[in-house]
């Protein structure tokens, strides 16, 4: 018979009661449906975004268990709403942002706001995050990025340089803060159908390239995104640390 209270059942082992979650982007996309996740899995999230009306339909859905910033997670005020949290136990590093472009035309403009958004940001955030976490003596960080963090992709050069440094970041981060109980991995997703990528996923062209590039032949949601949330910041994934998960249908293993 299994035992209910070891905290490695299955009903126990994704449960993140008493945890407090942080989700950066959360009003729409991947962001969103994590924070859901992560609530019907017992954590009190904090979702981050920028829209507040995204916001208050997902605190209308989940009530007390949700709790809304509306925040630039680029400006000083929002570094300082985290240090003054008293427990953070999972950051969701998931803000980011993509302008295709060929790479001898990309403008300094598309640099400047994808290093900005894409690299900078998400190192404050996770800075900030992990203060806390070093001092309570744990926490799981993970951060957002992409398959094209491992692979390259034609006039994606400056998003892909971006996702790379964050894949970097991670496993520095994990080796450094290991000591601390503190683990840090990333979520590589390949295509999702998100407000962001709907409008390519529309160029009937675009999509049919994309889909011959993934052997499981469909193009992800966010769900399945969610869901490795939820494993890297549950007790499911004690051991895994300074990894990436890729959720890519297969296109980067060929």
């Known amino acids: 018979m299994i035992d209910s209270t070891s905290?490695?059942?299955?009903?126990?082992?994704f449960s993140l009661k008493g945890k407090v979650a942080l989700v950066t982007g959360a009003g729409k996309g991947i962001g969103r449906a994590s924070s859901a996740l992560l609530v019907e899995a017992g954590a009190k999230v904090i979702a981050v975004a920028r829209t507040q009306a995204d916001l208050d339909s997902l605190q209308?859905?989940?009530c007390?268990?949700?709790?809304?910033?509306?925040?630039?997670?680029?400006?000083?005020?929002?570094?300082?709403?985290?240090a003054q949290l008293p427990q953070l136990d999972i950051l969701?590093?998931?803000?980011?942002?993509?302008?295709?472009?060929?790479?001898i035309d990309a403008e300094l403009d598309a640099l400047d706001l994808m290093l900005s958004l894409n690299v900078r940001s998400a190192f404050l955030t996770a800075q900030a995050a992990a203060r806390i976490m070093v001092k309570q003596g744990s926490g799981s960080i993970i951060h957002m990025t992409s398959q094209m963090g491992h692979i390259g992709a034609a006039n994606r050069t400056v998003y892909c340089m971006t996702k790379h440094a964050i894949e970097g970041l991670s496993k520095a981060m994990a080796v450094e803060l290991a000591q601390f109980n503190v683990r840090v991995n990333c979520v590589a997703?390949?295509?999702?159908?998100?407000?962001?990528?709907?409008?390519?996923?529309?160029?009937?062209?675009f999509k049919r390239e994309v889909l011959e590039k993934i052997p499981l032949n469909r193009i992800g949601k966010v769900e399945d995104v969610a869901?490795?949330?939820?494993?890297?910041?549950?007790?499911?994934?004690n051991m895994v640390n300074g990894d990436s998960l890729k959720v890519d249908g297969g296109w980067t293993a060929q």
């Open 7 to 13: 905290p490695t059942t299955l009903q126990n082992i």
């Open 60 to 62: 209308k859905q989940y």
């Open 64 to 82: 007390e268990q949700i709790e809304t910033w509306a925040e630039d997670v680029s400006s000083d005020r929002f570094l300082a709403r985290i």
């Open 92 to 103: 969701v590093n998931n803000v980011g942002t993509n302008k295709p472009q060929p790479f």
């Open 189 to 205: 997703p390949t295509f999702i159908e998100t407000p962001m990528t709907k409008p390519m996923l529309e160029n009937d062209d």
């Open 227 to 237: 869901a490795a949330v939820l494993y890297l910041a549950s007790s499911a994934s």
